[in-house]
């Protein structure tokens, strides 16, 4: 490792001109190639916003599901669970998680907020 780096960058720009003088022959065959005539974008384009109004999507209007009755209090028993939850360390969580497993959702989060107190 004790070789110099511009020794290491003039022999490879040796071995890159041997290449082009070895390949000399096949570009000869296929032509000039130049960046325009590719299908690529200009670098100016890539990454740039296009600007202009966005096109408008029709429409139409939804309508709000209403939760039924026999839902609403697992749903709010699962956000109460959640949000106790979510303010506990790994390990009371994994008590809590436990305690939903064997006693039920109500006995965990009573658990939860004992734990957070």
Do not use: C, W
Not at 96 to 106: C, D, H, Q, S
């Amino acid at each position: 490792m004790s070789r110099n780096v511009f020794v290491i960058i003039e022999e490879l720009s040796a071995g890159i001109q041997e290449l082009k003088q070895a390949l000399a022959p096949l570009s000869a065959l296929t032509g000039p190639t130049t960046r325009s005539s590719s299908n690529r974008k200009s670098r100016g384009t890539q990454g740039k916003k296009k600007t202009g109004p966005k096109p408008v999507a029709a429409t139409r209007p939804t309508k709000t599901k209403t939760a039924s009755s026999k839902r609403t209090p697992g749903q709010v028993l699962h956000t109460r669970y959640m949000n106790a939850l979510k303010n506990l360390n790994a390990g009371d969580q994994a008590r809590v998680k436990k305690l939903r497993v064997t006693g039920g959702a109500e006995a965990a989060v009573k658990l939860a907020t004992s734990l957070t107190k």
